[in-house]
T-cell receptor, first 113, second 111 residues
Framework: SQQGEEDPQALSIQEGENATMNCSYK?????LQWYRQNSGRGLVHLIL?????REKHSGRLRVTLDTSKKSSSLLITASRAADTASYFC?????????????FGKGTLLTVNP | EADIYQTPRYLVIGTGKKITLECSQT?????MYWYQQDPGMELHLIHY???????EKGDLSSESTVSRIRTEHFPLTLESARPSHTSQYLC??????????FGSGTRLTVV
């Protein structure tokens, strides 16, 4: 079963607006990661936040992690048409030596010019 | 830029044919993965490897097989392709410290 569930499934905004996507998961994790996928392409790693971190920034991206609620959010500020893509969260479950991420179903973000 | 390469990018093949999807990485990563993804849908792990001569089946049952004879190479083989195999196949590699690096994918259509 999928560990991460993104919300909303689809989001449409105007250029310049902020976009917020949420991810919920079920078990304890080592870290949570966000990826972007342009249509028909592979995924691109955006940012990783460890379980002992609460917030992380990278350029126009801001990620928060609340381990007590088992949830994370990805904020893209001042969005651009080029940000149009699907965004996936992925979790690295804690315990064990395997490194096998579980991906959510993704949020499709459309940024209108 | 990703240093992981998948070939072919697109493949249309007849039912019953044997096919091999190639995946190579130049980063020296020990861990490699194959995911299956239908358009607009989630990723399903079908195979993974933690090193040479180490392969495991993933969460989604698949009729494909993989091999890991060299660190940089992780090919996926379908002995007899069927229309139900039509999908996008994504290869990825990683170390434990960082996230996955994905290839551009192979879009397979079985007619």
């Amino acid at each position: 079963s999928q560990q991460g569930e993104e919300d909303p499934q689809a989001l449409s905004i105007q250029e310049g607006e902020n976009a917020t996507m949420n991810c919920s998961y079920k078990t304890s994790i080592n870290n949570l990661q966000w990826y972007r996928q342009n249509s028909g392409r592979g995924l691109v790693h955006l940012i990783l936040i460890r379980s002992n971190e609460r917030e992380k920034h990278s350029g126009r991206l801001r990620v928060t992690l609340d381990t007590s609620k088992k949830s994370s959010s990805l904020l893209i500020t001042a969005s651009r048409a080029a940000d149009t893509a699907s965004y996936f969260c992925a979790t690295d479950p804690s315990g064990g030596s395997n490194y096998k991420l579980t991906f959510g179903k993704g949020t499709l973000l459309t940024v209108n010019p | 830029e990703a240093d992981i390469y998948q070939t072919p990018r697109y493949l249309v093949i007849g039912t019953g044919k044997k096919i091999t999807l190639e995946c190579s990485q130049t980063m020296g990563h020990d861990k490699m993965y194959w995911y299956q993804q239908d358009p607009g849908m989630e990723l399903h792990l079908i195979h993974y490897s933690y090193g040479v001569n180490s392969t495991e089946k993933g969460d989604l049952s698949s009729e494909s097989t993989v091999s890991r004879i060299r660190t940089e190479h992780f090919p996926l083989t379908l002995e007899s392709a069927r229309p139900s195999h039509t999908s996008q196949y994504l290869c990825a590699s990683s170390t434990r410290t960082y996230g996955y690096t994905f290839g551009s994918g192979t879009r397979l259509t079985v007619v």
